[in-house]
């Protein structure tokens, strides 16, 4: 006899698709003889510069305290956040990458009879995290591309119990100004919890976009979610932190696993927060690989969503799963977003500028369909 397993499973979850990442090097290498070396990945947001010296000086200190747990409560890494963000170190909640603050908010307050708001074209993770706990998704139609806050104020209902919103949002790039977020943070519900993701918020340089923080005092619904995955180039370390009232991340830390954060990412991202001249460098890198893209793009002819990640959405003009795959011939990995509802657009993160170089001549070659 065999079982059904999945039929098991709870609807929300029958009905999910898995999360997408980026393909990696080392798969896209062993399927089409490729070295590794010559391959350019601009699929995943990443940090291009590789790791700071800093960083890796307090990584190999920390190895040698491998066979213990970490400190479960992150004590350091807490006490140098709230003194950077001018926080109580009980409004902070760390977790294993942002990704798990966002489960870890749903699964404190969300069950299956609620609502969870989040837009169209938003970030793969919200509807995952209100799947898995059984709740109803309302995805909120875009306006050009971007969070329509007004709609969104007009989706929540008595059962909503959450709204996902992120700035800037991925994949689109799209951000909310300062004016649409005050007027949206006063329509909502005190009891619904509003989440701001700002992954990519050290990326952003210019003063219409709101820092979330500056909104916990007004709004005590507020989350703010934060990632040492991007700008500090933490990726593969798996650490993020929330933001939020000391309720709300009490709740929290009764559903998080006791050991979310490993030691090493907790010792990176103490020394990475600390290393102001690699945020520098990395926001001078983006600014200036994102005009090469944008400069490319405007030469090939193709249009894209202005962007204030460290990633931009370009506009083929057809299905862009074909130039994906030739893209992928030619050792370019780019990010196809057909499952974000963008079947003409590939997001591609910036890169070095060698890499965008590599990415905008191979682009070009693919599109006159060499
Ligand atoms: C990359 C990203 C995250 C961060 O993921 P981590 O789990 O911190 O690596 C969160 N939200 C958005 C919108 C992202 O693009």
């Known amino acids: 006899m065999t079982c059904d397993f999945l039929a098991l499973a709870q609807p929300g979850v029958q009905k999910l698709s898995p999360y ?4 990696p090097v080392e798969e896209l290498a062993r399927e089409f003889g490729l070295r590794a070396e010559d391959i350019v990945k601009l699929a995943s947001n990443e940090n291009p510069l590789g790791p700071g010296p800093e960083v890796l000086k307090a990584i190999k200190a920390a190895l040698s305290d491998m066979t213990r747990y970490p400190d479960g409560n992150g004590f350091a890494l807490k006490q140098a956040l709230a003194a950077k963000l001018h926080v109580a170190p009980a409004m902070i909640t760390l977790g294993n990458g942002s990704n798990d603050i966002l489960e870890l908010v749903t699964r404190a ?16 993770v919200y509807p995952i995290v209100t ?3 059984g709740a109803k998704a309302v995805v909120v139609p875009a306006r050009e591309w971007g969070h329509d806050l007004a709609a969104m104020a007009a989706a929540i209902t008595p059962a909503t119990r959450l709204v996902f919103i992120a700035n800037p949002n991925n994949p689109t790039g799209t951000w909310i100004e300062r004016a649409e977020l005050e007027a949206f943070l006063k ?12 992954a990519y918020t050290e990326y952003v340089e210019t003063s219409d976009v709101p820092n979330g923080i500056d909104y916990l005092r007004d709004y005590p ?3 703010v979610s934060r990632t040492f995955s991007k700008a500090y180039g933490l990726a593969a370390l798996r650490v993020g932190y929330g933001i939020c009232q000391p309720a709300i991340a009490d709740a929290m830390n009764r559903v998080r696993q006791p050991f979310n954060v490993n030691s090493l990412a907790l010792a990176a991202a103490v020394a990475a927060l600390g290393d102001e001249q690699y945020l520098a460098e990395s926001r001078r890198v983006n600014r200036e690989g994102m005009q090469q893209l944008e400069e490319g793009f405007r030469r090939q002819g ?7 990640g460290n990633f931009i959405a370009v506009d083929l003009g057809r299905e862009a799963a074909p130039a994906f795959q030739a893209l992928l011939r030619e050792g370019v990995i780019v990010r196809p977003v057909a499952n974000y509802g963008m079947p003409r657009h590939l997001r ?8 965008n170089q590599r990415f905008l001549e191979a682009l070009a070659r693919v599109m006159a369909g060499e």
């Open 302 to 308: 193709l249009s894209w969503i202005p962007s204030r």
């Open 348 to 355: 591609v993160s910036i890169g070095l500028p060698s890499e």
């Open 131 to 133: 799947q898995a706990v």
């Open 109 to 124: 307050f969300v069950a299956s009879q609620h609502e969870v708001v989040f837009s169209e074209h938003a970030f793969a």
């Open 221 to 223: 619904n507020l989350l």
């Open 187 to 198: 329509q909502v519900p005190e009891q619904v919890i509003v989440v701001l993701d700002e």
């Open 20 to 23: 997408v990442p980026g393909k």
